[in-house]
């Protein structure tokens, strides 16, 4: 069974930098399209970022030029690299996993990242 935990949430400060991790129990984890998804106080989930099975990665407008995917497949892990910060940013930050070829969405638990002015 798919599982996915998110980790690196926290407290920073506007300008600020978070590295958030989503460690994958999975079973070809080359095979799955990964993605983050953000959703900030009151309002509706949205995404953030997404890094394909070969690579390709792709990014909200909100967060293109600050926010990196990236994934290590030795470690079935995917990352994402938060800079320039800014208290909009402020959100329950979700891992998204999607095997190739299948409209399957599998989620995390949800890391909290709280950026204050």
């Known amino acids: 069974q798919v599982q996915l935990v998110e980790s690196g949430g926290g407290l920073v400060q506007a300008g600020g930098s978070l590295r958030l991790s989503c460690a994958a129990s999975?079973?070809?984890?080359?095979?799955?399209?990964m993605a983050w998804f953000r959703q900030p106080p009151g309002k509706e989930r949205e995404f953030v970022a997404q890094?394909?099975?070969?690579?390709?990665?792709y990014y909200a407008t909100s967060v293109k030029g600050r926010f990196t995917i990236s994934r290590d497949n030795a470690k079935n892990t995917v990352y994402l690299q938060m800079n320039s910060l800014k208290p909009e940013d402020t959100a329950v930050y979700l891992c998204?996993?999607?095997?190739?070829?299948?409209?399957?969405?599998?989620w995390g638990q949800g890391t909290q990242v709280t950026v204050s002015s």
């Open positions: 999975v079973r070809t984890f080359r095979t799955y399209n």
């Open positions: 890094i394909t099975s070969t690579g390709y990665t």
């Open positions: 998204n996993a999607v095997p190739i070829s299948t409209t399957i969405d599998y």
